[in-house]
């Protein structure tokens, strides 16, 4: 996970990448694989479907090793955003069933003593947002809703979901960046 | 649809949340490699959103999804040498003689290439019980094996697409459809298709007679120009069939 490894590993390993050396690679994969994995599963639900997630992302994150820029994003965030576009893309494209599907209350509560302290002040942040704006966050992060699936979940009007996600995240961006 | 009078910086985050809808996400994505202020917004966003996902559990995945990516690298290298560089197909592509030439050579080899489906799928009639148009065509290459497709036009402007024989394709492409009405010159994207199935489109609201279908090797989700930028593979004209 994030906190057992240092970001200019990670780097380091892409850099690699970038020369076409598959060793580097396949110790990318062995660092990353599970989280990536989780974090594609979550949102496609479906393990076949989250196999071709992190295919396809690991083959792009290979391939765009070379045009990823240490100095501007953090190695972690960038191989978590290409999975997770990925995820995302397959399930718009597929559709899914979301009516039955229980509200998870936060993301999972199990007490890491290690947990990365980026965490615990994004924690902090989502804290400042009342309890349905953080679930809508999360849920749409997390687990991959939509704004209209997060309307269809809530039974409030689509704009009323926009207005609210946009206002949260005015609120986590000026309490990260504070 | 997305305004770009509206604060990027939103759009940015909106576009790393996930909640934005697939039309929206492509005009973004579209947009990334020539917009300086929207990357840097997006990646901005990717770090600060990014921690959300540290509360993952991890979970190992099956082990056959490392064997898959060595198995497409391979296949990739494997294509990068045997084939001469692809052509890219520039946006002006509809003007680009080669594109006509292909277009053109591959509706030639449409007539026998239904003849053989038919003749070989007895079961077509479940696909045509479907729909009531009388348009149909397919898209094969002329040989016994390759990709091919039937394709059959319903009344209700809908075009049916059924993998015949599925293309082999670098995992991180996708195969796109487009139409180009008679007379026209400006390919319409009728959304990516699938490894197999029947995949029906949206009512394009394109006259079905002479309709011209083509099939292009893309990006991964489609073009981001909203135009063919990668090789044609197969194309062929609508034609009716009763």
Not at chain 1, 58 to 63: M, N, T
Not at chain 2, 100 to 123: D, E, Q
Request: glycine letters at 8%; proline letters at 6%; one cysteine or more.
């Amino acid at each position: 996970m994030l906190e057992h490894q240092d970001h200019g590993d990670l780097a380091f390993l892409i850099g690699r990448c970038a020369n076409g050396d598959r060793g580097a690679f396949r110790r990318l994969y062995e660092l990353r694989s599970a989280h990536l994995y989780a974090i594609a599963l979550r949102i496609v639900r479906h393990p076949g479907l989250a196999e071709d997630a992190v295919h396809d992302a690991f083959i792009q994150i290979f391939k765009n090793a070379g045009s990823f820029d240490p100095s501007r994003g953090n190695p972690e965030a960038w191989m978590i955003s290409v999975t997770r576009y990925r995820a995302l893309d397959i399930v718009r494209r597929q559709g899914r069933e979301i009516t039955g599907v229980e509200l998870p209350d936060e993301t999972d509560q199990s007490p890491d003593p290690l947990r990365h302290a980026e965490s615990r002040v994004l924690e902090r942040c989502l804290e400042l947002l009342e309890i349905d704006k953080r679930r809508m966050v999360v849920l749409a992060f997390v687990d991959g809703y939509s704004h209209s699936e997060l309307s269809d979940l809530f039974k409030m009007p689509l704009g009323t979901v926009k207005s609210w996600i946009r206002r949260s995240l005015t609120t986590i961006r000026r309490c990260l960046d504070a | 649809m997305i305004d770009f009078s509206d604060d990027p910086e939103m759009l940015a985050a909106e576009y790393v949340l996930g909640v934005l809808a697939p039309d929206d996400v492509a005009v973004i994505r579209s947009r990334l490699a020539d917009d300086a202020n929207l990357a840097s917004a997006v990646a901005g966003w990717e770090k600060r959103l990014a921690r959300l996902a540290s509360e993952v559990t991890p979970i190992a995945p099956p082990l056959q999804i490392w064997e898959q990516i060595t198995a497409s690298l391979e296949a990739d290298d494997t294509l990068a040498a045997s084939t001469p560089p692809k052509t890219v197909m520039p946006d002006g592509l509809s003007n680009s003689l080669a594109f006509w030439r292909m277009a053109t050579a591959a509706s030639l080899a449409l007539a026998a290439g239904l003849a053989i489906w038919l003749f070989a799928n007895p079961n077509r009639t479940t696909i045509q019980a479907n729909v009531a148009g009388p348009y149909m065509t397919a898209l094969t290459p002329g040989q016994s094996n390759g990709p091919s497709w039937a394709v059959q036009a319903g009344a209700d402007g809908k075009i049916f697409v059924t993998t015949i024989g599925p293309a082999a394709k670098p995992a991180d492409k996708d195969l796109q459809l487009w139409a180009v009405a008679r007379g026209d010159t400006k390919p319409v994207s009728l959304g990516v298709l699938p490894q197999s199935g029947t995949y029906v489109t949206g009512d394009a609201g394109l006259p079905h007679a002479h309709l011209l279908l083509l099939v292009s090797i893309e990006p991964k989700g489609g073009s981001r120009t909203g135009r063919p930028t990668g090789p044609v593979l197969i194309g062929g004209e609508l034609t009716r069939g009763d």
